[in-house]
């Protein structure tokens, strides 16, 4: 391998061709899995103050094997047409893992947001829109936007708002675009999504006593130390639920401004309401400040969660990461020759491509539920409280006991939306990893879980091109 550094795209396609050797498709098709469908780059004028600029912007749909096509938008200053095509390439593999009927897709905007004031940031997202629609780049059938790094709901529902303008009186306008506020067509859950499907993968990934063995590590989230690098909306959920609901020890959180360490444990919902009031995690009370912010990427761990950027771990620092799980919250945090040195030091490695899944996953379900103009949960959630409820009466009637007023509640209780959108995630999650680590386990030769990722995604994909016919 050359000193020059490996670019986000060329890491995605070399992880690509290592896997490719596994699967047993024809050479042509491993090629047009592998490339991306649709290259849209545009730039358009905004106006911004007295002056006109010229935004950079891009729209790449990688696969259209299935459609509609689905992916985030960012808003970086670090955008360009190779971060987008990884990008979109990353979402067609990790829709096919978690069983998500679309073909991957991504957008990206090269601005720094904290540059332009709510207005300006809303004249940009709009007139992007507005050049998706003109090439027909974007609708609920055709391509679906959603959050990605710099965006969130807000910007989702200027993109829908946007979208209805043109295309007043289409009936299924709201699945044009996910991640959507909840009063504007969204869906409960969406925001915290990606974040616990991470939380729910590292615990799928840990339940396995064969494989905490190998690392030196008890099975269970509690108790096993992590480390956070970005404190956005994958980060600092992630944190938030893997202490909440797994007791996970959070030791060290990175974010732009520094890193804080604490051997005690640092409280991630103090923490984010620290860094709202001072607008810095540095400073939080029992914490120490690490000398740089990466040098929390190299503290000793059971798990390090990288989730702002890509090739923040690569063949300079690798041989300097303690942690003895890394989960791929981030897209693409590890460069493919970081990797390698990583696996040969027995880390084991859970793969952007399934454990940030679980934001397409609720994308997902959020689709649906545009497409069927109702919330999950209204037609059944009466129905099952009555049927419980006649279920308990039977019972104590049977045994001549009678529970308490909060056991009853708490059994005859039907599911809200949010419940059977936390439910469906967690089964999605759980699922997928079974399948990939099944995969490693029978292929002997695959010796990681990406690899082993890329050959579930390729034979599922494969498939569905062999079933369209394109390929006789
Ligand atoms: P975000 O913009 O909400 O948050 C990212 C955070 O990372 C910011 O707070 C930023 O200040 C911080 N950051 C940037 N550079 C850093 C550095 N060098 N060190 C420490 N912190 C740094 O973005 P997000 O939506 O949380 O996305 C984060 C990553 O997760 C991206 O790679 C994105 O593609 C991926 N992802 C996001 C989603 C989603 O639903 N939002 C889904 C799947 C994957």
């Known amino acids: 391998m050359s000193n020059k550094n490996i670019s986000f795209y060329e890491s995605v396609n070399l992880n690509f061709d290592r896997a490719a050797k596994f699967v047993d498709l024809p050479k042509g098709l491993v090629e047009q899995i592998k490339v991306c469908n649709a290259v849209y780059q545009m730039k358009f004028p905004v106006k911004v103050g007295n002056q006109i600029k010229v935004i950079e912007a891009y729209r790449v749909q990688h696969s259209h094997h299935r459609l509609p096509t689905k992916g985030g938008i960012r808003y970086s200053i670090h955008v360009d047409q190779d971060e987008v095509m990884a990008l979109a390439a990353l979402m067609t593999y990790k829709c096919a893992i978690v069983d998500v009927p679309f073909g991957g897709a991504k957008g990206g905007v090269k601005i720094s947001p904290f540059k332009y004031t709510d207005r300006q940031l809303e004249s940009i997202t709009r007139r992007y ?203 693409g945090p590890i460069s493919f020759d970081a990797e390698e040195i990583l696996i040969k030091n027995g880390i084991l490695v859970i793969p952007d491509m399934y454990i940030n899944a679980g934001g397409v996953t609720v994308s997902y379900f959020e689709w649906l539920k545009n497409l069927s103009h109702m919330r999950f949960g209204r037609i059944e959630k009466r129905f099952n409280q009555n049927t419980y409820n006649s279920l308990v009466n039977v019972v104590e009637k049977l045994t001549g006991k009678t529970i308490g007023e909060r056991e009853r509640r708490m059994v005859t209780r039907g599911a809200d939306e949010i419940d059977l959108v936390r439910s469906g995630l967690e089964e999605t999650m759980v699922e997928a990893y079974q399948q990939i680590r099944l995969v490693r386990k029978r292929k002997k030769r695959i010796n990681d879980l990406r690899s082993a990722a890329f050959v579930s995604a390729l034979n599922k994909v494969g498939n569905d091109y062999l079933n369209l016919g394109v390929f006789p």
């Open 129 to 331: 829109t507005t050049e998706l629609i003109r090439k027909n780049f974007i609708g609920p059938g055709i391509d679906v936007p959603a959050p990605d790094y710099g965006t969130g709901a807000r910007e989702m529902a200027w993109i829908l708002d946007t979208y209805l303008t043109f295309k007043n009186g289409e009936l299924d306008f709201a699945g044009c675009v996910t991640g959507k506020p909840v009063s504007q067509n969204g869906i409960r859950g969406r925001a915290e999504a990606t974040g616990r499907g991470v939380y729910y993968g590292l615990r799928e990934a840990v339940s396995f006593e064969d494989d905490m063995k190998k690392l030196g590590l008890e099975t269970g989230m509690a108790g096993k130390t992590m480390v956070i690098q970005g404190l956005g909306n994958v980060g600092s959920h992630a944190g938030l639920i893997s202490q909440k609901e797994g007791d996970a020890k959070i030791i060290a959180v990175s974010e732009y401004e520094g890193a804080i360490y604490s051997e005690k444990g640092i409280d991630m919902e103090k923490l984010l309401k620290f860094r709202k009031e001072t607008g810095s995690i540095v400073g939080y009370p029992g914490t120490t400040t690490l000398a740089h912010r990466d040098a929390a990427l190299e503290l000793e761990c059971d798990i390090l969660v990288p989730a702002a950027l890509e090739n923040v771990i690569t063949k300079e620092n690798a041989h300097k990461i303690k942690a003895k799980i890394i989960g791929e919250a981030a897209n």
